[in-house]
């Protein structure tokens, strides 16, 4: 639709009709007949008795094709405006066809695999009627405590810039020319979030305060969100957080200073769910009247599935131009969505082509290959001591752990993912060896009963332990006892992952830390594969067995992706994109941390004074962006063009990279910077590049970088975002611990010549 009619569109609406569109409720709210709904939802939520649900904007997760149809069609026969509703949903990591959890796609370090991943679910999305998917979420996160880390694209600010580009591009695809701002089709809408800093609660407490200085929270924390907003995301969705003492759903700073005025966001401001009517629990807003006052002030367009927008904005509004004026702007974005998904025109969205050629794309065998190599690239080798790994095909192998036959890896945000899709473990490795070869059984409990309550409403979801603990046990060491080599896969439940999922002992659970134990009594070859959403302290673990593998949550095809790497069809290429602690005292712990005035150095030893604890060492237990393979590579510094630069003048830097091993395999070379000195102080390293290379056995490839002033910009103590003239250390490695190539260059002073 033309602009000028969409004006026009907007000013013809009453003031029901306006604030209507700013409302999004769940599908019961059109179900049944309309006492049904107005003694149900309705009063359930606190509208008004008066509201009328044909005014309504958006619909919350409603994701049947056949449901959406139903709802569109009545809706549009209802409303007096006959604006389409938009139907939009949490399709976080792929709709029937489920690709890894983001966290372990971060892993991966391949952003065309991430973009296809996204291209991938946004197709699936577009084919079954979804219109707008809650995605990318890029909450930087240190504290693995914090459930929903595995919804993140980890510790590391470059990485999720580049998970939100290649998401909000997978997603929507690029701005098309020809109608600029359109979604195409098979595209849909991205909304990035949570806007900000959810990934840093207080203590990893869900939902819990988040206080940093506007040094960190730009440094650290919003570049990611930029990154999505630049690449052209509709929507953005407020966290449920306070960011230093002012929720994010009401901080008018936060969403329009930073978000409208500096990150140039126009597109739509939707709340988390409940996050406007929070304001008032938060403290923050003394009723319903003033919640969505301050909401409406802080720019957030919609009212996800409260009742204070519907209930209040009139009264808020009536006789004020101020706030009338930011009414019919925050109307326009919710009718310029619609009209760049084209809605006007359809409000089905090719919904009904999927349904005449009974043809939609959802878990096609191409959507699967997809998702089966990024689940192989996401995969992290962790331990692989002797070279243990990969197995012949002739080995005798005990299969043992709740993850053994366990379909439930697809994470919990997979709403749409059906368990039965799932190729878990044993499915994959029996297609390597014969079932003769194979010994299945449970070994443990997936957690100690106690434990299950404290799951709430998920704790029916755990399969039954229908068998004794030491029933379970004494099969597995029967078992155990009969082979060769034995898997053992172990992992937190998914429900212990995600929102509201908080840990305060991010480890492998009570039954199955007995089940490892007993089992390295044998003396046996012992590889653990580790399922879950977040890094679990595996100290345990790493003094325990040969070899580990971090499989996280690998969605559909992760038992394939698996056994692939089990059996060395795949060489894992997995680089952690966050990293595991030692312990859990030591949380948050990671990479770029800064120097202190007194580094614990190694020639310390227990020296008191230095920056150490003195029940642990610093070190992780694997650091950011470590991962083994099935080879070995070797890096040589061949080229440095220059080492004094002035501003703006790039380096460029030349390495060579073999592959010294029998096997093919991927390496993720990766380049860290250090400033040395400068107004604040810098961390010991920043991660500003990397490249991921393929090479063949005995393979040789120049690997090249670089350096480029943006690389050296920083925020100063007053926002100043500028690179400063000194010394810089450049670190190149296969993580942040391995260093393998380094050498300094000096940016001079500004006139100063070479
Ligand atoms: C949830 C989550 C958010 C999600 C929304 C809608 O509470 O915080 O990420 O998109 O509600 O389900």
């Not at 066809?97 to 577009?126: D, H, V």
């Not at 949380?587 to 030893?605: A, D, F, K, Q, S």
Request: hydrophobic share 40%.
């Amino acid at each position: 639709m033309d602009n000028n009619l969409l004006l026009e569109k907007l000013d013809s609406l009453s003031m029901e009709e306006k604030i209507g569109q700013l409302v999004q409720l769940t599908g019961d709210f059109f179900e049944g007949d309309m006492d049904t709904v107005v003694t149900g939802p309705l009063k359930k939520l606190g509208l008004n008795t008066g509201y009328n649900v044909y005014n309504t904007g958006s619909i919350l997760n409603v994701t049947d094709p056949d449901k959406m149809i139903r709802l569109q069609t009545d809706y549009l026969e209802k409303s007096t405006h006959k604006i389409p509703l938009l139907f939009m949903a949490d399709i976080i990591y792929g709709y029937r066809t489920i690709f890894p959890i983001p966290l372990a796609q971060a892993c991966s370090w391949n952003y065309e695999q991430i973009e296809r991943a996204a291209s991938i679910a946004a197709r699936e999305c577009y084919d079954e009627g979804i219109h707008v998917t809650f995605s990318p979420m890029v909450d930087i996160v240190r504290d693995p405590r914090w459930g929903r880390v595995m919804e993140s694209p980890g510790e590391d600010t470059l990485l999720a810039q580049k998970y939100a580009e290649s998401t909000v591009l997978g997603i929507q695809g690029g701005n098309l020319e020809s109608a600029p701002g359109a979604i195409p089709a098979h595209k849909i809408a991205a909304c990035v979030k949570h806007f900000a800093a959810y990934g840093a609660p207080v203590a990893g407490r869900e939902y819990n305060a988040v206080d940093m200085s506007e040094h960190m929270l730009r440094e650290y924390y919003l570049p990611g969100y930029n990154a999505a907003i630049a690449a052209g995301a509709k929507l953005v969705m407020t966290a449920f957080n306070t960011l230093n003492g002012v929720p994010a759903t009401g901080n008018e700073w936060l969403n329009r200073d930073v978000l409208r005025r500096e990150m140039n966001f126009d597109g739509v401001l939707i709340s988390d769910y409940a996050a406007i009517e929070e304001l008032i629990m938060h403290g923050y807003a003394e009723n319903e009247a003033a919640a969505a006052r301050l909401a409406l002030l802080a720019g957030v367009d919609v009212d996800m599935k409260t009742a204070v927008y519907a209930n209040q904005l009139a009264k808020v509004i009536s006789g004020d131009e101020h706030m009338l004026g930011l009414l019919n702007e925050a109307v326009y974005r919710v009718l310029k969505l619609k009209n760049d998904l084209g809605l006007f025109e359809d409000p089905f969205r090719g919904l009904q082509e999927t349904l005449q050629r009974q043809k939609s794309s959802v878990l096609s065998d191409e959507h699967k290959q997809n998702a089966l190599s990024l689940a192989e690239e996401s995969v992290v080798l962790l331990k692989n001591d002797n070279e243990l790994l990969p197995f012949s095909k002739q080995a005798k192998v005990a299969l043992i752990g709740p993850y053994a036959e366990e379909n439930s890896t697809l994470g919990i945000w997979a709403i749409k993912g059906d368990e039965a899709d799932t190729v878990n473990l044993k499915t994959g490795m029996l297609k390597y060896i014969d079932p003769d070869h194979l010994s299945v059984c449970r070994g443990a409990y997936m957690l100690p009963l106690d434990e299950r309550q404290a799951l709430g409403k998920y704790a029916d979801k755990l399969p039954g332990e229908t068998v004794a603990e030491e029933d379970l046990l004494h099969e597995a060491l029967r078992n155990a006892g009969e082979v060769d080599v034995i898997v053992l896969a172990l992992g937190e439940s998914i429900y212990q992952s995600g929102e509201g999922g908080s840990r305060t002992n991010p480890t492998l659970p009570e039954p199955q830390l007995k089940l490892l134990h007993e089992l390295s009594l044998l003396g046996k070859k012992l590889v653990v594969i580790v399922y879950s959403g977040r890094p679990l302290i595996l100290t345990e673990v790493a003094g325990k067995a040969d070899a580990i593998i971090q499989a996280w949550y690998p969605g559909t095809m992760g038992g394939e992706a698996l056994a692939n790497i089990l059996y060395g069809k795949t060489n894992p290429s997995g680089k952690l994109a966050m990293t595991f602690p030692r312990s859990v005292g030591q949380i948050p712990v990671y990479y770029n941390e800064l120097n202190t005035g007194r580094p614990n150095m190694p020639e310390n030893g227990s020296y008191r004074f230095a920056s150490r604890y003195i029940d642990e060492v610093n070190k992780p237990l694997y650091p950011f962006g470590y991962g083994k393979s099935y080879t070995s590579f070797e890096y040589s510094l061949l080229s440095v063009s220059r080492k004094e630069i002035k501003a703006n003048e790039p380096i460029d830097i030349c390495i060579s990279v073999t592959n010294t091993g029998i096997y093919d395999g991927k390496e993720t070379v990766q380049l860290y910077i250090r400033d040395k000195s400068a107004s604040v102080a810098r961390p010991v390293m920043v991660l500003k590049d990397f490249k991921k290379i393929f090479l063949r056995s005995d393979e040789t490839e120049t690997v090249q970088f670089t350096i480029r002033d943006e690389m050296l910009k920083f925020y100063g103590s007053r926002m100043e975002y500028k690179s400063e003239p000194g010394e810089f250390e450049v670190y190149i490695g296969a993580s942040s611990q391995e260093i393998l190539l380094s050498f300094s260059f000096v940016l001079l002073p500004e006139g100063e010549h070479e």
